[in-house]
């Protein structure tokens, strides 16, 4: 989103002051799924990888990552990010990823 740029879902409206930060990103989905909320950090069984945050939709956990600009410079982080996404999809799970320029 744009700064000050407000999301709006039925009658919830959200609005993100200034720029993304992964703090910013959780309050905001928190308020927007409310009880489908899952929680942040979130570990997967057999994995030591953990998922930024994530959601329950239509019984299944959606895997949401914040992505700095780190996770597009550096080698490491973006070699991690793949095997994160390649675990997910191997658990039938969904992983949305919000960059931070958003």
């Not at 675990?87 to 958003?102: L, S």
Request: proline letters at 3%.
């Amino acid at each position: 989103m744009c700064p000050g740029a407000g999301m709006e879902t039925g009658t919830v409206q959200i609005t993100i002051e200034g720029y993304l930060t992964e703090i910013k990103l959780a309050t905001a989905l928190q308020r927007l799924v409310g009880d489908l909320w899952a929680g942040g950090q979130v570990l997967l069984p057999g994995s030591r990888r953990r998922w930024d945050m994530a959601f329950n939709q239509n019984g299944a956990l959606v895997l949401v990552e914040y992505d700095g600009d780190d996770h597009y410079r550096d080698s490491l982080k973006i070699k991690a990010d793949r095997e994160k996404d390649r675990i997910a999809q191997e658990k039938g799970m969904r992983v949305v990823r919000v960059p931070y320029w958003v």
